[in-house]
């Protein structure tokens, strides 16, 4: 059975702060990996992607990926209360029109 | 939210009715899923599309069928609804096939009495 697994918090962060969010993945053959945002009572919204080992920087968001260790990760720089929120870490298998979601991480970003 | 609607936007139903949700896209994409989403279980997919009347089960199509007449219109279906499918319920679609990213509508919370 393909998972992926996240810590499911809550994780606080003092304003200002680095947050940091891991996840892992059983599936060797996984090609694309995500990071959604959502919010209480709202829909998932897409953040980042990534494709490559490495790094990938947006604004204040990085994405890190290390296929060897199967283990993808965000960081949020100079967090903010707006950034509280559940993340949701999700893998696409390759070969397979599915990506599959982690059930998520809480964060609570603390003024 | 990428052009997608769904409606209804909350029902309340009471146990044996059926119920069709109705998701709407206005990009013309050929891929498009169903998700409900429940504490402690994520996101589950529950039957996803690639073209008209192509369809295919995901993780938890038991008791839920699809329809896919139109590009535009993917229509979940619970044919005799039960208190366990009280959920919320996402549409998704996927622009490509290169970057498999989704997009999501805004949700439907579905309570089954």
């Known amino acids: 059975q393909k998972e992926v697994e996240q810590n499911s918090g809550p994780l606080s962060v003092p304003e200002g702060a680095i947050a940091s969010l891991n996840c892992t993945y059983s599936?060797?053959?996984?090609?694309?990996f995500f990071w959604y945002r959502q919010y209480s009572g709202k829909s998932p919204e897409l953040i980042m992607s990534?494709?490559?080992?490495g790094d990938k920087e947006d604004g204040r968001f990085t994405a890190q990926l290390n296929k060897a260790s199967q283990y993808v990760s965000l960081l949020i720089r100079d967090s903010q209360p707006s950034d509280s929120a559940t993340y949701l870490c999700?893998?696409?298998?390759?070969?397979?029109?599915?990506?599959?979601f982690g059930k998520g991480t809480r964060l609570h970003i603390l003024p | 939210d990428a052009g997608i609607t769904q409606s209804p936007r909350h029902k309340v139903t009471e146990t044996g009715t059926p119920v069709t949700l109705r998701c709407h896209q206005t990009?013309?994409?050929?891929?498009m899923y169903w998700y409900r989403q429940d504490p402690g279980h994520g996101l589950r997919l529950i039957h996803y599309?690639?073209?008209?009347?192509?369809?295919d089960k995901g993780e938890v199509s038991d008791g839920y069928s699809v329809s896919r007449s139109k590009t535009e219109d993917f229509l979940l279906t619970l044919e005799s609804a039960t208190s366990s499918q009280t959920s919320v319920y996402f549409c998704a679609i996927t622009p490509d096939r290169v970057s498999y990213e989704q997009y999501f509508g805004p949700g439907t919370r579905l309570t089954v009495t």
């Open positions: 599309s690639y073209g008209v009347k192509d369809t």
């Open positions: 990009e013309n994409h050929r891929y």
């Open positions: 999700a893998v696409n298998t390759g070969g397979d029109d599915k990506i599959i």
């Open positions: 990534i494709y490559s080992n």
């Open positions: 599936d060797r053959g996984s090609q694309s």
